[in-house]
């Protein structure tokens, strides 16, 4: 004969069973997609965060070679916004002649000083940078074509960390002019506030026969453009 259990004894045993489920140390694991190991699951967070890293620094390696439409602080300088990216500013507005020097790339001392009576053109350039390699020819045919009148080419090479990489860039370029070594930057920082803008490269100042900012363009220039800009200031008196 089957005995029956009683409803009580039935009742008691669920509550059993149930007590030594809920004493088990909880999965931590439920928290991970199913399926997925903990190892690689880890790794994926790592990947992503890694591919963040990253993009980060190529978005502040970029910035370093930039022709962007920024602003030209024109209020505390006296530029006149000009077409594009080249400004402009008048005689009577011209900040006092700045005082640059340093070695160029083969160690001799170099100053802007010595060139006090020519119109100079200093183009801050950078071996890393794929628009000054475009416009590199360009200013070394202006150059060979303006010196007989007084005018001066003189290159600011700029965040290079090895000088061979430089002399390199000179040499494959055929650049007969000379050029100040700034692996730094802190020559750039020698110019008055919002003269240059250290993140856009290439930049190319005209000097007047004083030594004085006339134009700046921030952006690679063709040598019709450059030849464009220099004229007026080369047709300066003094």
């Known amino acids: 004969m089957r005995l029956r259990q009683s409803p009580r004894r039935s009742a008691e045993r669920s509550i059993s069973r149930s007590d030594r489920s809920s004493d088990r140390p909880s999965d931590h694991r439920s928290n991970r997609p199913s399926g997925r190991p903990a190892g690689r699951w880890s790794g994926r967070r790592s990947a992503r965060t890694l591919v963040a890293v990253l993009a980060a620094a190529s978005a502040l390696v970029l910035a370093g070679c930039s022709t962007s439409r920024g602003s030209s602080d024109s209020a505390n300088t006296n ?12 005689a009577k507005d011209r900040k006092p002649a700045v005082d640059l020097s340093g070695k160029d790339l083969d160690g001799k001392q170099l100053s ?40 001066q080419f003189v290159g600011l090479d700029s965040r290079d960390l090895q000088i061979t990489q430089a002399q390199y860039f000179v040499r494959d370029h055929k650049l007969t002019y000379p050029s100040l070594y700034d692996s730094s930057g802190e020559l750039l920082l020698k110019f008055p ?3 240059l803008n250290p993140q856009s490269i290439p ?3 005209i000097l007047d026969r ?6 700046r363009a921030l952006t690679a220039l063709t040598g019709d453009q450059l030849t464009k800009i220099l004229a007026p200031v080369l047709a300066e008196k003094s």
């Open 112 to 151: 802007l000083a010595d060139y006090k009576g020519k119109v100079v053109v200093l183009n801050v350039w950078g071996s890393w940078c794929a628009p000054c390699r475009a416009e590199a020819a360009d200013f070394e045919s202006v150059f060979k074509a303006t010196q007989a009148k007084g005018v």
């Open 203 to 205: 930049t190319t100042l």
């Open 210 to 215: 004083q030594g004085r900012v006339a134009v």
């Open 193 to 195: 506030a919002g003269t």
């Open 79 to 90: 530029f006149i916004q000009g077409t594009g990216l080249i400004s402009t500013v008048p």
